[in-house]
């Protein structure tokens, strides 16, 4: 079977920018799991590969960089790409480097993780900051101090110039914290990564983030099923396992589908070789305005509650919905 057309979608960049503009193909395979074992990352980031997938989505924090990386120096051996420039690859920095001095050398060692020259774009994970070196969840209060949003991003800034990444952007912020970063952003964020799928469909944020050209990323956009966090159970939705069946597709088809009909970008994970294959099959049908009206009405939750599960915060996404 020949791989899918996977549409792509262009970053904002500065002006100054050395980079020609970034594309990004608008379905990336996520790698945030509770157990990311090397081998088994590795093995479906290159079946992946031929696939069709172009798009990577890894952190410091998923322990899927490495594989991640290996898997890239492989398919580049085995000649399944040609070129390192034909992947699109994201990482994070993670709260405990959420410090200017510490970007550049988290970077860094991001990048050798992945045995990389440089990343497609790097994300502030979340807009909190932990004490240096506190890097497991789940953070009580005491491990939390003031967030330089400023420095760090000033730092971020210094790393698209050195050539080490070529879009910057961020990860969980609220319009609010998006304003405030874009009152003195010298590089203004591409993506806001963000949990978006059919039953948190961050209308709002989406909406501001479309004023400002920033892209937004759904994460979890099959409702992380298996992970501590899945609370919303989408992929065992009524409504849109009828939906499904009208269209004979599989009930992740048509959320992933959903997204792509908002104009988002999204990273389901799957490490199974079928699952994976049915993910990148949603390019070539689409969903009716029935359908759409349908979604509409899911009922609406956040898995990521503010105070709750890793974070302590009371009010991490400033009230918004
Ligand atoms: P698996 O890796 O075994 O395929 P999210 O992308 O929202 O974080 O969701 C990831 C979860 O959804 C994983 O448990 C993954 O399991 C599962 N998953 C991914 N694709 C599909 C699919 N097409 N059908 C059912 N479950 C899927």
């Keep these: 079977m020949s791989a899918p057309n996977v549409p792509k979608v262009v970053l904002q960049q500065p002006p100054s920018s050395k980079w020609n503009p970034v594309t990004v193909p608008v379905i990336g395979l996520g790698t945030a799991a509770a157990n990311n074992d090397g081998d088994v990352v590795k093995s479906a980031v290159i079946e992946a590969i031929k696939m069709g997938y172009r798009h990577f989505d890894t952190a410091a924090q998923y322990g899927s960089e490495q594989g991640l990386g290996e898997a890239i120096a492989e398919a580049l051996q085995l000649g399944l790409i040609a070129s390192r420039d034909e992947l ?53 209060e005491e491990c939390l101090v003031p967030f330089d949003l400023k420095g760090v991003w000033a730092a971020m800034e210094e790393c698209h110039k050195l050539g080490l990444t070529k879009s910057i952007g961020v990860s969980n912020f609220s319009c609010k914290k998006l304003e405030n970063l874009l009152s003195f952003a010298t590089i203004p964020p ?38 501590i966090w899945d609370i919303n159970q989408i992929l065992d939705n009524e409504l849109t396992k009828q939906i499904a069946q009208a269209h004979g597709k599989t009930v992740a088809q048509v959320c992933l589908r959903w997204l792509f009909e908002q104009g988002v970008i999204f990273i ?45 915060l009371p009010d991490l996404f400033d009230g918004e919905t």
């Excluded at 050798?112 to 789940?138: E, F």
């Excluded at 990564?193 to 937004?216: P, S, T």
């Excluded at 994976?276 to 349908?294: A, G, P, R, V």
């Design 268 to 312: 389901p994970k799957s490490y199974n070789k079928e699952r994976l294959q049915k993910n990148i099959e949603i390019f070539d049908w689409s969903l009716t305005k029935d359908d759409h009206e349908k979604i509409n009405q899911v009922k609406q939750e956040r898995m990521f509650k503010n105070g709750t599960a890793a974070f302590p």
């Design 88 to 140: 699109f690859i994201t990482s994070k920095l993670w709260c405990c480097d959420n410090h200017p001095h510490l970007v550049l050398p988290a970077l860094q060692k991001s990048l050798q993780s992945l045995k990389l020259d440089y990343l497609d774009l790097y994300l502030v994970h979340w807009p909190i900051s932990a004490k240096p070196g506190m890097r497991d969840m789940p953070y009580s």
């Design 190 to 227: 591409s993506v806001n990564q963000v949990e978006m799928n059919i039953a948190w469909q961050q209308k709002n944020l989406r909406e501001y983030c479309k004023a400002k050209g920033i892209i937004v990323t759904a994460y979890s956009p099959l409702g992380a099923k298996g992970s």
